[in-house]
Nanobody
């Protein structure tokens, strides 16, 4: 089992950057694919990015490809989402999630953080 806590959200102007962090508890962090999802008001939760167990493979939604970078540090039980070139449409609550395997569907993930708000002003 793993517990996840996100941090790093905030208010930023369009074109700015933020780095989200996800701290994981437990000794088996390196056994989980880590992912970021986001949910804007009135919309479904959507996949943003994921990274495999070793960090050697990453996956991105088309909407963030080239702007966002997911990474992990297994020694620190941490996952990160570096967000550059932020747009107002990136405004959402961002969630960290963990699962044994990679999926782009949120329903497949067993473990979730509480979320962190990202607001991008125009």
């Amino acid at each position: 089992q793993v517990q996840l806590v996100e941090s790093g959200g905030g208010l930023v102007q369009a074109g700015g950057s933020l780095r989200l962090s996800c701290a994981a508890s437990g000794r088996t962090f390196s056994s989980y694919t880590m992912a970021w999802f986001r949910q804007a008001p009135g919309k479904e939760r959507e996949f943003v990015a994921a990274i495999n167990l070793t960090g050697g493979r990453t996956y991105y939604a088309d909407s963030v490809k080239g702007r966002f970078t997911i990474s992990r540090d297994n020694a620190k039980n941490m996952a990160y989402l570096q967000m550059n070139g932020l747009k107002p449409e990136d405004t959402a609550v961002y969630y960290c999630a963990a699962n044994a395997l990679y999926y782009a569907q949120s329903a497949r993930y067993n473990y979730w953080g509480q979320g962190t708000q990202v607001t991008v002003s125009s």
